[in-house]
């Protein structure tokens, strides 16, 4: 759905996405290049809604590009009728600028559309930074030396980096100040490479607001390779399964605790701690998963403070490791092996309680039982063992430039 609504008093978005820039575009312009199965100008688009940008959003395209760009934001609402650009970018976003006259928004934020990673908190920095007689542009200051080639391929000369930033965008100005200033520019043939520049020309003053180098304009192959691995955080998780096993012998006493719950019984179950036999299990199996030691040694039996503890205390902890490393659990399976007491009257407050104490959905938490059919130590009751596979998944590790996985080397 498009409209054409545009809130005044707010701030207005144009992405710039007229480009022919084919090189890295595999055939179609890059802004149309699909980045894990979603086109760049598409995600581009997303970081603006993500954002707000209440003042509307509308895209400047080339003539040619109109099915790959109805295309790309199909289904995306509330967003404006695109315009043609021009021969150059510069012509293109006063086009573009242009298109914005009648709405007469207060402000306006000028992106690329190359530049999907923009952070929403670098969009609210630079809108914050504009005022009537200011603009403000997203910036990276310098970290690598300059050196100027001398023109035979060696150096001629070290230049100081102090005080140099990379121009990125959004780039924002009051929208009557920058169409004006561009207007002004097209009427006097100057030609620049970046709005900012327009505005410089025209003695408006442009403010710094410190961006991040992963606001990158995507140009190359390799910009490309490294936008898909950042993008693609589920494409290829790395899956891992760890397993658990613990028993736990009854004493005598009067009830358990089993799978985090309170359930009656004519003894209890024997341990340092609550002796809750599942719990520790599940545990296990997430430590196991993680390749991260196992319960005995994030809670040593030695150390006084775990004596007759809760062992929620023990799961959660295994489940923050989980999620310390942008993991997520997908599935719990828990098998409670005794003779009594019975565990089907109790599995579904089990399952629930599980669930609630790892922060997961319900219907990833399985909870089975079964008896040793009167043979072993669990057949003659005196204990219950339990065992438990967990299933997580952990973003892919990180790829070396030369697609070499880090953690094979
Ligand atoms: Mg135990």
Redesign the pocket.
């Known amino acids: 759905m498009t409209s054409n609504t545009i809130a005044t008093n707010e701030t207005a978005v144009l992405i710039v996405a007229a480009g022919r820039g084919h090189r890295a575009g595999g055939g179609i312009p890059k802004q149309y290049r699909k980045l894990a199965g979603m086109s760049v100008l598409r995600h581009t688009i997303g970081r603006f809604q993500a954002w707000g940008a209440k003042g509307g959003i509308r895209c400047v395209i080339h003539p040619d590009d109109i099915d790959l760009y109805t295309d790309a934001v199909a289904g995306i609402e509330h967003l404006l009728d695109p315009v043609y650009g021009g021969a150059t970018r510069q012509e293109s976003v006063l086009n573009g600028l242009r298109s914005f006259q009648e709405a007469a928004p207060d402000r306006i934020l000028i992106h690329d559309a190359a530049r999907p990673f923009v952070a929403p908190d670098v969009i609210s920095a630079v809108d914050a930074a504009i005022d009537a007689r200011t603009g403000a542009i997203a910036a990276c200051p310098l970290v690598d030396t300059l050196k100027r080639d001398a023109g035979d391929g060696c150096v001629g000369a070290t230049l100081s980096r102090d005080g140099l930033w990379a121009a990125q965008t959004p780039q924002g100005f009051s929208f009557e100040t920058i169409l004006q200033a561009h207007e002004k520019a097209l009427a006097d043939g100057i030609a620049v490479t970046d709005d900012a520049a327009i505005a410089e020309g025209a003695g408006i003053p442009v403010r710094l607001v410190e961006s991040g180098r992963d606001n990158v304009k995507l140009t190359t192959e390799a910009d490309f390779s490294e936008a898909e691995r950042r993008m693609s955080p589920d494409l290829f998780p790395e899956v891992r399964t760890g397993h658990g096993y613990?028993?736990?012998a009854f004493e005598p006493g009067n009830g358990l605790i089993l799978g985090g719950i309170d359930i009656p019984y004519d003894r209890r179950l024997k341990?340092h701690?609550d002796?809750?036999?599942a719990l520790?299990?599940i545990t296990d199996a997430l430590y196991g998963a993680l390749a991260d030691g196992d319960?005995g040694h994030h809670f040593p039996p030695t150390d006084p403070q775990w004596k007759g503890a809760a062992s929620d205390v023990f799961l959660r902890h295994a489940g923050d490791l989980v999620r310390a490393r942008q993991g997520r659990i997908t599935a719990i399976d828990l098998t409670i092996i005794c003779e009594a007491p019975k565990i089907g009257p109790h599995r579904d407050r089990m399952r629930k309680r599980i669930a609630e104490i790892l922060d997961i959905g319900l219907e990833r938490i399985s909870v089975k039982a079964t008896t040793t059919e009167r043979l072993g130590f669990t057949g003659r009751s005196e204990g219950i063992a339990a065992t438990a596979t967990a299933t997580i998944m952990l973003p892919p590790p990180a790829a070396a430039p030369n697609g070499e996985n880090v953690h094979d080397r």
């Open positions: 613990d028993v736990h341990g701690s002796a809750d036999v520790h299990t319960i």
